[in-house]
């Protein structure tokens, strides 16, 4: 028995079997989704992010603590959107995955709001 590889939706790794590449490569097509999707969503706080502070005159400690809370959820981020992917090619376990990713997503939103 062959060892399953685990090809998380951003860890993006090659088919094992070489002969059908283009098969293997087409069905890791939930891992581009979670890929490009988690990407689009990292880029996207870290331009609001760079807008926000164009406009901040002062940080002070409660604003860099909340930023580091909002670093610590961003960096998770490639995880739910992993779990995400896994559940969609499992087709088992969507509706948790979901729920993590959806908290990830709000967690991140209300601390962005609240610094």
């Known amino acids: 028995m062959r060892p399953k590889r685990r090809c998380g939706g951003t860890e993006i790794q090659p088919p094992q079997d070489f ?7 087409g069905a890791l097509w939930p891992s581009y989704l979670a890929y490009a999707l988690s990407f689009l969503l990292i880029g ?3 331009v609001n992010h760079h807008v926000m502070f164009d406009r ?5 400690r409660e604003v860099l603590f909340l930023n580091t809370l909002l670093l610590m959820v961003i960096a998770f981020l490639p995880f739910s ?5 896994d559940a ?8 948790v ?13 209300a601390l962005f709001n609240i610094s």
């Open 19 to 25: 002969g059908h590449l283009l098969r293997g490569l």
């Open 44 to 46: 996207q706080v870290w």
């Open 56 to 60: 901040v005159r002062h940080a002070d």
């Open 81 to 85: 959107t992993s779990l995400l992917a």
């Open 88 to 95: 969609l090619r499992a087709e088992q376990g969507l509706r």
């Open 97 to 109: 995955a979901v729920v993590v990713y959806g908290a990830t997503l709000w967690t991140a939103a």
